[in-house]
């Protein structure tokens, strides 16, 4: 069964600080792996996906992640944090975007 | 194109009472899911179709809940009878293989049941 793991429920960053969102996976096969981000009252937006190739991900909003097989991690990075990036972030595993297992969720807080 | 289009935005029902959750799908995006969201459970999804056929409808909660695709470009998720706990935000989305399957989300409906 797959399942995604996010570890840190909430986070809270300085604006201009960096930014990593932890997701840990378990899939049987190559997984496809997503990065959504919810702000609120919004349904999710997709940030970035990974389904095979480089291993380094860019996605929208100046927003990158890394596959990383031996560790099952797939952690999305942003140099530099705006404000308008506060909203909630979520992990998803699986071998079709819409039939994906997502993980909690970790709530991102950007302090002034 | 408009997106994945659902209606209404918010829904206050009584315990009791049939709640209808309607959902527009992209144009020519073949797969359609249902997901719930909620604080304690987080996103589940309920039930996908593929070609307007339910392929997987193993996170129905209950059999208050069913869910149908008459055509391409419509979809309805019925709770008959709600119940407080069905209170949550539903999302529809839609997907095709064409674009490597990313999912695009519509903008949720709030249900709360009183």
């Known amino acids: 069964a797959q399942s995604v793991t996010q570890p840190d429920i909430h986070i809270t960053v300085s604006e201009g600080a960096s930014l990593e969102l932890r997701c840990n996976y378990s899939y049987g096969a190559t997984p496809y792996l997503f990065w959504y981000v919810q702000s609120p009252g919004q349904g999710l937006q997709l940030l970035l996906k990974y389904f095979s190739g480089d291993t380094l991900v860019q996605g929208i909003k100046g927003f990158e992640a890394e596959f990383k097989r031996s560790q099952s991690s797939f952690n999305l990075r942003k140099p530099s944090v705006h404000w308008s990036d506060a909203a909630e972030y979520f992990c998803?595993?699986?071998?079709?975007?819409?039939?994906?297992?997502f993980g909690d969720g970790t709530t991102l807080t950007v302090k002034p | 194109d408009a997106g994945v289009i659902q209606s209404p935005r918010h829904e206050v029902t009584e315990m009791g009472q049939e709640v209808t959750l309607r959902c527009k799908p992209i144009s020519g995006h073949d797969y359609l899911f249902w997901y719930r969201q909620t604080m304690m459970r987080g996103l589940e999804l309920l039930i996908y179709f593929n070609n307007n056929v339910p392929i997987d409808d193993s996170g129905m909660p209950e059999d208050r809940f069913s869910a149908k695709m008459p055509n391409a470009s419509f979809s309805t998720l019925k709770i008959q009878p709600s119940e407080p706990r069905d209170s949550a935000v539903y999302f529809c989305?839609?997907?095709?293989?064409?674009?490597?399957?990313?999912?695009?989300f519509g903008q949720g409906t709030r249900l709360t049941v009183v």
């Open positions: 989305a839609s997907s095709t293989r064409d674009k490597n399957t990313e999912a695009f």
């Open positions: 998803a595993v699986g071998s079709n975007a819409g039939k994906s297992t």
